[in-house]
């Protein structure tokens, strides 16, 4: 498995981003993985070449780029401290639904223009605020995306957000996964009854789960990991690109 750092042109400027490539003889199947709050750093880039170890061309963007340089995120500690939790929730409060559009467009853009892509849909994937990015892409690339999966995504079916991908359900054309946690107040059950509704209504085929684990299980740096929810997102993951993808 092969990785290497890119640099992608989009209608803002220049997104910095990491992509692996699968061992062997091409073409592969493409991901676009996207990080959680916390944004680009080693264990994002260590979650995209696990995903690509399975078969895929992966790409991670590091979409706060319009930020400019800054200092990784320390997800085990950022809710710790007044000062980290401000940092932090300024860098999400920075980065708007139609700017997420955007990128969207230019990183599957990119990844079609890969020879080592193979053609058709591309798969999408997010945590946290990834999870919401991963739907919106599916919600507003159509076609292009045939698979996208949410895990511990945040606010993905809020009523009174006009920018929540629910409301794009009928545009939706991949296959949906969405993997919630419990106790958690940015996915709570009433949006997982509302976005099931809508889902159905708009005959996207989809599965929504609630993972035993809290809000952050799948990301190695996150307080709330847990291995057995993050082993099980990853057999969840495979299936779901497996049976859209290949």
């Not at 992509?19 to 959680?36: I, K, N, T």
Request: hydrophobic residues 40%; glycine residues 10%; charged residues 25%.
């Amino acid at each position: 498995m092969a990785s290497r750092t890119v640099e992608i042109e989009t209608a803002d400027g220049t997104c910095p981003a990491a992509v692996s490539m699968p061992e062997g003889q091409g073409p592969w199947p493409a991901v676009l993985m996207f990080p959680d709050a916390g944004g680009m750093r080693d264990t994002m880039r260590q979650m995209g070449e696990r995903l690509s170890g399975l078969g895929y061309v992966v790409l991670v963007p590091d979409f706060y780029y319009r930020n400019g340089p800054y200092e990784p995120v320390d997800m085990a500690t950022a809710f710790r401290d007044k000062e980290s939790m401000e940092r932090l929730m300024a860098m999400i409060g920075s980065y708007t639904a139609d700017m997420a559009v955007r990128d969207a467009r230019a990183f599957a853009d990119y990844l079609d223009s890969l020879p080592e892509k193979k053609s058709g849909g591309i798969g999408t994937t997010g945590y946290c605020m990834g999870g919401r990015l991963s739907l919106i892409a599916a919600g507003h690339l159509g076609e292009r995306v045939a698979a996208a999966a949410s895990f511990h995504g945040g606010n993905i079916a809020k009523e009174d957000d006009p920018d929540s991908p629910h409301h794009k359900a009928t545009s939706i054309k991949a296959t949906v996964y969405v993997a919630g946690a419990i106790e958690d107040q940015s996915f709570p059950d009433e949006q997982k009854d509302r976005l099931e509704k809508v889902l159905t209504e708009a005959g996207v085929s989809h599965t929504i789960e609630t993972y035993p684990a809290h809000h952050g299980f799948a990301v190695p740096d996150n307080a709330s990991y847990d291995e057995a929810a993050a082993e099980r997102h990853w057999q969840a993951t495979a299936r779901l690109f497996a049976s859209a993808l290949q």
